[in-house]
C-alpha cells in the first residue's frame, strides 16, 4: 500500500471536463503543467478510492506531502514536481493545497453551506489555476479572478456528478443548508431522477455558480500570454455552457456533458471573444484596482 500510483482509475488529461495543458499553450509550458496535473491525478484517486479506508488515504497522501515539501523521497509523481518546481524556481505552495483538499475528502463527506464549500474550493480547484499562470509567469493579481473561475468549474463538477459521489463515496457537496431549505434529502441522490426538491437545489447552486463566472469573466482578458488568454476563454465559455445546462436538465437523468463538436463550436466562440475583448474593459479595471 506504499504506492499511490497503484490505486489510479486510469484517467487522463484528455478525459477532464475541461482542457489541461492543451495544445493551445506553448510547448515549453505544457511539460510542467502536465506534471502537476499527475501530481493532483494520483493523490484525487487515492481520496476518491472507495477500497481505501480513511487511515490508509491519509498515509499515502502524507507520502505525496513529505516527498513534495523534501522531507523524503517517496513518492515519484511528488517527486517529479518538486523537480519541476525547482528548475522553474517555484513554490511548492499550490501542490500542498491541493493535498490539504484531498486529505480533507478522506476525512470530510458533508459540507454545512455554500461558505464551507467555498473554502473547499479555494484548496481543491484555485491551487490548478494558480501554478498554470505562475509557469506562464503572470500576475497574482489575476488570483481572485482565476479562484472563481476554478470554484465554478469545482461546483459544476459536483452538481454533475452528484448522484455518482454519493453511490460511490457516500460523498455529498451539495450544501446542508440548500438541502433543507428545499425540503430535499440526500437519500434523493439514489433516486433514478431527481425530485422537484432536489432539482431546487440543484438550480439554486448552478445560479451561484453563474455567479462566480461573472466574477472570472474578465479573467481572460488580463493575461498577458495570448495562448493562455485563449485556452481561459474557452474555459470560461465552456462552463457558462455547463451551468446553462445545468439549469435546464437534471443530471441524475440526463446528459449535461459536452460532445467533440459542442467544445469546437464553443471554441470558436471563444476565439470571437479574443478578438473582441470581451471583459477587456473589466480586466483594465481589475488592474488599475490592483495596481
Excluded at 460532445?259 to 470571437?272: E, K, N
Aim: net charge negative; glycine share 6%; hydrophobic share 45%.
Amino acid at each position: 500500500m506504499s504506492d499511490a500510483a497503484a490505486f489510479q482509475t486510469g484517467k487522463g488529461h484528455k478525459d477532464e471536463n475541461f482542457p489541461v495543458a492543451s495544445f493551445i499553450l506553448k510547448p515549453e509550458h505544457r511539460a510542467p503543467i502536465l506534471t502537476f496535473y499527475r501530481f493532483a491525478r494520483v493523490a484525487d484517486d487515492v481520496a476518491d478510492h472507495a477500497s481505501l479506508s480513511p487511515d490508509e488515504k491519509l498515509v499515502l497522501l502524507e507520502a505525496m506531502r513529505a516527498t513534495l515539501a523534501g522531507e523524503r523521497d517517496e513518492n515519484p509523481e511528488a517527486l517529479a514536481l518538486r523537480r519541476v518546481l525547482d528548475e522553474r524556481r517555484l513554490s511548492p505552495a499550490h501542490g500542498l493545497d491541493l493535498l490539504r483538499a484531498f486529505t480533507q475528502d478522506a476525512r470530510q463527506d458533508r459540507y454545512a453551506d455554500w461558505d464551507e464549500l467555498m473554502d473547499y474550493c479555494r484548496y481543491s480547484a484555485s491551487p490548478v489555476g494558480r501554478f498554470v499562470l505562475d509557469v506562464h509567469g503572470e500576475s497574482p493579481a489575476l488570483w481572485p479572478a482565476n479562484d472563481a473561475l476554478c470554484g465554478a468549474l469545482q461546483v459544476i463538477n459536483h452538481l454533475q456528478d452528484c448522484a455518482k459521489d454519493y453511490a460511490d463515496l457516500g460523498r455529498v457537496y451539495l450544501p446542508e443548508t440548500e438541502l433543507a431549505s428545499a425540503g430535499a434529502r440526500v437519500a434523493m441522490l439514489a433516486e433514478p431522477k431527481a425530485p422537484p426538491a432536489l432539482r431546487d437545489v440543484i438550480v439554486t447552486l448552478a445560479r451561484r455558480t453563474e455567479e462566480l463566472l461573472d466574477r472570472s469573466r474578465p479573467f481572460a482578458a488580463g493575461i498577458r500570454d495570448g495562448r493562455l488568454a485563449y485556452e481561459v476563454a474557452l474555459i470560461q465559455r465552456l462552463a457558462e455552457d455547463l451551468t446553462r445546462g445545468l439549469i435546464q436538465r437534471d443530471p441524475l437523468s440526463q446528459r449535461v456533458r459536452h460532445r467533440p463538436w459542442d467544445v469546437a463550436g464553443l471554441a470558436l466562440v471563444a476565439l470571437v471573444d479574443r478578438i473582441t475583448g470581451r471583459g477587456r474593459a473589466e480586466a483594465a479595471r481589475l488592474a488599475r484596482s490592483a495596481a
